[in-house]
């Protein structure tokens, strides 16, 4: 930028956006990363993100930054905090506004696309050296997965349309990095009412068939609106 103000005596700063997508494959936890084609921080990985158009909202352009350079669509993104540090970017003053989600990796098919080389999950616990300070954005989004899980459904996102309750388990053992009694953990679950079972059942191996799940709600829902709270 050449100047600091612009015409009308404002400060000059660019707006941009980006997400935090997570996923579980194979028992793990991962984020989605891509590396970068462009300076600064060329042939670095990093968040899904870009600067947001002069003609569109921060929301439509997390969801079109995050189509072009990964071949995900339509899916529910929900802003997580806005990132302002004077010297996060080394083009000059970026605030960005951050989103993170949670998918089922099997329901979307990965390609890199504008700007980056390539597109790839990562797991949480092992990440490269990321650009700017998107380190610290993933980091925050984590601690938030982890909180929302005590008194929202977002888990079931990371989930398949029919699962059992094993797998249910499952995920929310991998975000919150810990054991879970299992007893405990389908007694609180089933009497949120959000579960319905289904006629069908999953065989693995020499075990039990266990029954097939489906969640009732269209969307996330708060628990607290069901007077509910599920301390994990």
């Not at 806005?82 to 990796?105: C, H, K, M, Q």
């Amino acid at each position: 930028m050449s100047s600091s103000h612009s015409s009308n005596g404002f400060a000059k700063h660019a707006i941009a956006v980006d997400v935090v997508l997570f996923t579980i494959q194979a028992g793990t936890l991962k984020v989605l990363l891509v590396k970068r084609q462009q300076p600064p921080y060329r042939g670095a990985w990093a968040l899904p993100g870009g600067i947001v158009g002069p003609e569109e909202s921060v929301d439509d352009a997390a969801l079109r930054e995050l189509q072009e350079e990964t071949n995900i669509g339509n899916i529910y993104l929900e802003q997580l905090y806005t990132f302002g540090e004077p010297n996060r970017d080394p083009r000059g003053r970026v605030i960005t506004v951050s989103y993170y989600a949670l998918v089922n990796w099997q329901q979307f098919q990965l390609k890199a696309r504008q700007r980056v080389s390539q597109a790839d999950w990562f797991p949480v616990k092992r990440l490269p050296e990321l650009a700017f300070d998107h380190r610290r954005i993933v980091d925050y989004a984590l601690e938030r997965l982890r909180n929302k899980l005590n008194y929202t459904t977002i888990g079931f996102q990371l989930l398949p349309k029919e699962f059992t309750l094993t797998e249910l388990q499952g995920a929310y053992e991998v975000i919150l990095s810990q054991r879970l009694d299992k007893r405990n953990f389908r007694r609180k679950m089933l009497q949120l009412n959000i579960l319905e079972g289904t006629k069908e059942f999953k065989v693995n191996g020499r075990q039990r068939p266990a029954r097939l799940y489906t969640f009732t709600e269209p969307k996330v829902v708060k628990l607290q609106e069901k007077g509910i709270i599920v301390p994990f």
